[in-house]
């Protein structure tokens, strides 16, 4: 399993950085401050409980004063007409800006003019001798068989553009991740500065800043590559600063004792001792770039994504699975391949490595000078395989039959219906009555009573700049959506998870489907969900669940797995039942596994918000496509905004204290 | 400590732009002259059209694209943008031409007129029109529901889930021209506009209630695939007059009858030799654009077939199109 984990959500993202210092100890303080620590919970809930009645006296309900919010309209209208008037003429973009454009553009070509001219057979045998290489026999033959694939679905050239677009992102967001991740490592108060920044990368809804990035580089690939790797840059960071904070001690001790200088102990000790790291962290930064690539054709990058997209004009559900299908193998062979490279180090090297390395150039070289000569350079047309049409037959078999009418149990579209009005519609209306500051109230008791001061103080905060920021209304729309959404992917999930930790088979047999739901990008399904569930929030909902599911159902499994076996088998021996020995001893000591599920839950629900937005989810995730859509840098930049405020305050709420012995890398 | 991490920070720095200088030739960079990646990697004459994410401006791309590489020797990128992010891209020369504007009048103003960044290419021989649409089986069961005073009756045939208590009008993508929302409170009309989000998911949506024979109202537009496949009755709104839509707070009138036009990047329109002269010529109709639209959409074509198609049948058509 080892990282696998992490198909473009990777439980190193996000969050799982921010750890908290566990509650403080308590005995040792005198006997009143023990009797409070040990009631803390209960304390925290009695204050809120006053401070709500005195809220109510004396500040009365209502939504978000007017006059603590800051229309920033103006502002940032006068940026973007300032961008757009300068762009062609002021130094800044003239000597720096369009040289990293440049330099993006040159790269990229470099790259794809190389695979290219390796053709269908060298870049397939290139592949093919890399994986035997770094992971063996077995994914040698995966990756000829996903690249096989790609060229028979007739997606060979957008696959090597993508390739060629990833192979640059992901080595600049290794390079600018790895330097910052250096700085993290080296120093405590460039970890400290760095944190939050590499938060708000993560949580930063794509969506969001794509629409600056387009302003100052244009539509295209530089703002494209730039946009990735502002996403799959922070888990290198991360990772990075873990790898060399982590170092064992007494090692970095001996060879500081044997004199090494700074510098030396660094690439002769803590590097090398960080190496299992930085592998995981170019691992993760490929699985995010990967997850860019469609969102970057909004912004032209092209490739697949394009591909997806355009089919998605044209409501062609098969297309854009033709085109989806090879981001999926390119996620998979990539991350195996990385991870296997990971596994393998610190193992002797065998004896011929050397030569072996040498064998698989060559073979690689002959097979490109072999197609060149037979000019087979380009994937033969003939030998493409349409699968647009039967899946286009399944998709509206499916949606004529599952939308209504069916005995007993109703179509997909009732159900939606009922989610909207029973759940939806009154989790919103309620939110949205709620006084704010009944809401700041609840948030901080909440962050209390799971976290620390610290982490209430950011949750309130994040809060409470929602309501600056002006769109109040429309962020609690939005909660309220994540919030139904979290519950259906936590209930699934759990379940799931508990069946596939007693049951090694199905396990294995959800495996792959896990897999394909969490590279498989959402441009895919939206068209499914609204064909089965309307235009609305429900749909939005189920996209959301779609994408979060398999992070809770892998995390719960692994956690309900992980339990002490001893502690089972003493439950057995005094004779409980299965379902005792899942409810008394399995689910309470899987709890922070738990609750790590249910932190990515939200976090990777909040993720496709914006999705939401494409099928009728309205608020904010609405307001960040209209933002790009109308280049209107005000309504994108301040839903954006809001967007990582609210993920903020989601993460703070549910964030497990524990987390750090969990996953052991809290950076 | 503070002094040689700053030291190294502006040696990085210096460092970073000499490399990229090195990289990419000395002096300014233009960001106006930037090519895609994937241009000309064969050694050929490129050009690049911009698609907007509807049918219709498919099959224009489709048929240029078809007619540039087959007859002029062309080789064509397309890059799918929205319309006003479509705009920059043009001016910025990274597309070379739209070829379906349904009127952005404050981008005309800024890069035609103030910048010259951006030339008209002329009209494109296709009328678009925006409206409010019910699906025709409603409205021959209900005659009068084609007129807007009578909306308010059928608001209650019109609810959805996402509507609350009010009738539902369906909105599209939040890159099209709209004022459904100033129109529905103008108008005082108990209707709550949802919006789709993006036009996959309102065709999606409008084809289920086709199929289930359901009442509907949507925004929607003409010329459009979709009205063959769904026949479709407007609904008839106060009716357009010259300047009634110049405040959106105030609009309380239909949406007018637009020519689209076509656009061209200042330079390419200069320099882009007989490419630019075809785009400039390239003039259809609606039906002609109706035909290919379907055979992308319904029959699942790829575009470069529907366009090879209709050019087989229509070579006295686009003949005139080409250079002389």
């Known amino acids: 399993m080892t990282t696998t984990v992490t198909p473009a959500t990777p439980d190193s993202t996000t969050t799982a950085t921010t750890t908290t210092a566990p509650t403080p100890p308590t005995d040792t303080g005198p006997g009143v401050l023990r009797t409070l620590t040990r009631h803390r919970g209960r304390l925290i809930v009695a204050c809120a409980a006053v401070a709500l009645v005195l809220g109510w006296a004396l500040l009365g309900a209502g939504n978000w004063p007017a006059s603590l919010s800051v229309d920033l309209s103006g502002p940032l209208e006068r940026t973007s007409d300032w961008i757009i008037d300068n762009r062609d003429g002021h130094p800044l973009f003239l000597y720096f800006l369009g040289h990293v454009s440049n330099v993006v553009v040159i790269s990229v070509r470099a790259v794809y003019l190389v695979l290219l001219a390796l053709g269908w057979a060298g870049v397939t045998a290139a592949a093919a001798l890399l994986a035997w290489r770094v992971a063996g026999v077995r994914l040698a033959l995966t990756s000829v068989a996903a690249f096989v694939v790609c060229g028979l679905l007739g997606m060979w050239v957008p696959t090597m553009q993508t390739l060629a677009l990833m192979v640059v992102a992901v080595a600049a967001s290794v390079l600018l991740g790895g330097l910052l991740g250096l700085a993290a490592g080296l120093s405590d108060r460039m970890h400290r500065i760095l944190r939050p920044v590499l938060d708000t990368m993560q949580v930063l809804p794509a969506f969001a800043y794509l629409l600056p990035v387009v302003l100052v580089f244009g539509i295209g690939v530089p703002a494209a590559v730039l946009a990735t790797v502002v996403y799959a840059a922070p888990p290198m960071a991360r990772l990075t600063a873990l790898g060399l904070r982590d170092a064992d001690a007494g090692v970095v001790e001996a060879s500081t004792s044997l004199g090494a200088t700074g510098r030396q102990r660094l690439l002769t000790a803590r590097l090398p001792l960080a190496r299992k790291e930085l592998l995981l962290g170019v691992n993760q930064s490929i699985m995010m770039a990967l997850g860019m690539a469609v969102i970057a054709s909004v912004i032209g990058a092209g490739g697949l994504g394009d591909r997806v997209y355009q089919a998605l004009a044209s409501v062609d559900v098969g297309a854009a699975l033709a085109a989806g299908v090879p981001i999926v193998l390119l996620a998979v062979v990539l991350d195996r391949v990385t991870a296997a490279a990971g596994q393998r180090i610190g193992e002797a090297p065998a004896d011929r490595s050397r030569l072996r390395w040498a064998l698989a150039a060559l073979v690689t070289a002959v097979v490109a000078v072999g197609a060149r000569l037979l000019d087979r350079l380009s994937w033969p047309d003939a030998w493409t395989v349409d699968i647009a049409e039967p899946v286009n037959a399944a998709v509206d078999w499916m949606t004529a039959h599952l939308y209504s009418g069916v005995p007993l149990v109703g179509g997909t579209a009732d159900w939606a219906g009922h989610f909207t009005t029973w759940v939806l519609n009154p989790l919103r209306d309620g939110l949205q009555w709620l006084p704010w500051w009944a809401v700041l109230l609840t948030v901080g008791a909440l962050a209390l009573l799971i976290g620390t001061w610290r982490t209430a103080a950011t949750a309130v905060l994040a809060m409470a700049a929602i309501g600056v920021l002006g769109v109040w209304d429309p962020a609690l729309d939005t909660l309220s959506q994540v919030l139904a959404a979290v519950t259906v992917t936590l209930l699934l999930g759990f379940a799931l998870g508990v069946a596939a930790a007693r049951s090694t088979r199905l396990g294995r047999a959800l495996r792959p489907v896990l897999d394909v739901f969490q590279t498989m990008p959402q441009f895919v399904y939206l068209i499914p969900v609204v064909a089965l569930f309307g235009v609305g929030r429900a749909p939005a909902a189920a996209a959301a669940v779609v994408y979060a599911l398999p992070a809770v159902v892998r995390i719960t499994a692994q956690g309900v797995r992980a339990v002490d076996p001893a502690a089972l088998e003493s439950a057995r021996s005094m004779g409980a039942t299965g379902r005792q020995q899942l409810l008394q001893v399995q689910l309470p000591l899987a709890r922070p596994a738990l609750l790590l599920a249910v932190n990515q839950g939200v976090v990777l629900v909040l993720a496709v918000v914006v999705i939401g937005g494409l099928v009728g989810g309205g608020a904010l995730g609405y307001d960040a496509v209209f933002g790009l859509a109308q280049g209107d840098l005000a309504t994108g930049l301040v839903a954006g905004a809001a967007i990582v405020c609210l993920g903020l305050m989601l993460d703070r709420v549910t964030q497990p204290t524990v987390r750090r012995d969990l996953t052991g890398k809290g950076a | ?324």
Not at chain 2, 135 to 161: C, I
Request: proline share 5%; hydrophobic share 40%; aromatic share 10%.
């Open chain 2, 1 to 324: 400590m503070a002094r040689t991490t700053r030291s190294a920070v502006l040696a990085a720095a210096a460092a970073v732009s000499v490399a990229l200088t090195a990289l990419t030739g000395c002096g300014a960079a233009d960001m106006t002259r930037q090519a895609s990646p994937y241009a000309d990697a064969k050694g050929s004459r490129t050009v690049t059209l911009s698609v907007q994410s509807w049918v219709g401006a498919q099959a224009n791309v489709a048929v240029a694209q078809y007619l540039l590489e087959h007859e002029l020797g062309y080789r064509v990128d397309t890059v799918q943008i929205d319309e006003v992010p479509a705009w920059d891209a043009l001016s910025q020369g990274r597309v070379d031409a739209i070829l379906e504007d349904w009127g952005h009048p404050e981008q005309e103003k800024r890069y035609i007129d103030e910048k010259a960044t951006i030339e008209r290419g002329g009209d494109l021989g296709v009328t678009g029109h925006i409206g409010w649409f019910v699906p025709t089986y409603f409205a021959e069961q209900h005659p009068d529901v084609t007129d807007w005073k009578n909306l308010n009756k059928y608001a209650d045939q019109l609810r959805t889930a996402e509507s609350g208590g009010k009738g539902q009008l369906l909105d599209g993508s939040p890159s099209y021209v709209t004022n459904d929302k100033a129109l529905v409170k103008n108008l005082d009309l108990d209707y709550q506009v949802v919006f789709a989000g993006s036009e996959a998911a309102q065709i999606t949506q409008i084809k289920q209630f086709a199929k289930e024979k359901k009442p509907f109202l949507s925004y929607w537009y003409k010329p459009q695939w979709l009205f063959e496949r769904v026949p479709m009755t407007e609904v008839k709104l106060p009716a357009y007059e010259e300047g009634c839509d110049t405040d959106p707070q105030k609009v309380a009138c239909a949406y007018p009858h637009t020519p689209l036009q076509k656009f061209l990047n200042a330079r390419f329109a200069a320099g882009g030799g007989d490419a630019a002269a075809f785009l400039k010529k390239f003039r259809w109709t609606t039906e002609m654009q109706n035909d290919v639209a379907l055979m992308i959409a319904e029959e699942k074509l790829s575009p470069q077939e529907a366009a090879a198609r209709w050019a087989k049948k229509n070579e006295a058509t686009w003949r005139e199109w080409l250079p002389s």
